[in-house]
Nanobody, 125 residues
Framework: QVQLVESGGGLVQPGGSLRLSCAAS????????VGWFRQAPGKEREGVSG????????YYADSVKGRFTIFRDNAKNTVHLQMNNLKPEDTAVYYC??????????????????WGQGTQVTVSS
């Protein structure tokens, strides 16, 4: 069954770190552009980070630049999002998504057609 499964969310104190994982089943994630998105209560889903399929170029929202890092582990068919120096405003449900359109935008949710179920990240003291 073709699917994406996120893991790694949880409760962390401000300044802490988490690593989210997005694992693909029944398809090779290395050939897909992968994005991480988040949605807080009452807010629209927003793009956080993405990594292209063609050259593994990485993209970040301004709010997470210098704190988050996206990278592939092709041996495990997984894309990770390392999140450091977490802030309370990072609290949200985080989703990974994938598409295979080279000219599509990286951080726009409507460009993606494969989505995971989401994982909760809560940053609180």
């Amino acid at each position: 069954q073709v699917q994406l499964v996120e893991s790694g969310g949880g409760l962390v104190q401000p300044g802490g770190s988490l690593r989210l994982s997005c694992a693909a089943s029944d398809f090779n994630l290395a050939y897909y552009t992968v994005g991480w998105f988040r949605q807080a209560p009452g807010k629209e889903r927003e793009g956080v980070s993405g990594i292209s399929a063609t050259d593994s170029k990485t993209y970040y929202a301004d709010s997470v630049k210098g704190r988050f890092t996206i990278f592939r582990d092709n041996a495990k068919n997984t894309v990770h999002l390392q999140m450091n120096n977490l802030k309370p405003e990072d609290t949200a449900v985080y989703y990974c998504a994938a598409h295979r359109r080279p000219k599509a935008a990286i951080l726009l949710p409507y460009e993606y057609d494969l989505w995971g179920q989401g994982t909760q990240v809560t940053v609180s003291s």
